[in-house]
């Protein structure tokens, strides 16, 4: 018998551990939180349909645009 969580329930505990303790695997601050969702979306647009790529696009525009506002710059 096979005792183990699938890769999606692994993924899916370690997901729950990461916003209990307010990571995102090792990255804890939000810089390196953001960059590693930058990271994620790069390697996974040249698999998405291309309206998903456009949507990402979109909310890293509005996502910066976001930043830029609240740190004046």
């Known amino acids: 018998m ?9 993924a899916l505990l370690r997901h729950f551990a990461d916003l ?5 695997g ?3 601050s939000r810089q390196a939180k953001e ?6 979306v790069t390697l ?4 998405a349909p291309r309206s998903r790529r456009v949507r990402a696009a979109e909310v890293l525009r509005e ?3 976001q930043r830029a ?3 004046g710059s």
Do not use: G, S
């Not at 096979?2 to 692994?10: G, L, Q, R, S, V």
């Not at 209990?20 to 995102?24: K, S, V």
């Open 2 to 10: 096979n005792t183990t969580a699938p890769d999606h329930a692994a």
């Open 20 to 24: 209990r303790d307010r990571t995102h």
């Open 26 to 28: 090792d990255a804890v």
């Open 35 to 40: 960059r590693l969702f930058h990271q994620a």
């Open 44 to 47: 996974l647009a040249p698999y």
């Open 63 to 65: 996502r910066h645009r």
């Open 69 to 71: 506002c609240r740190t």
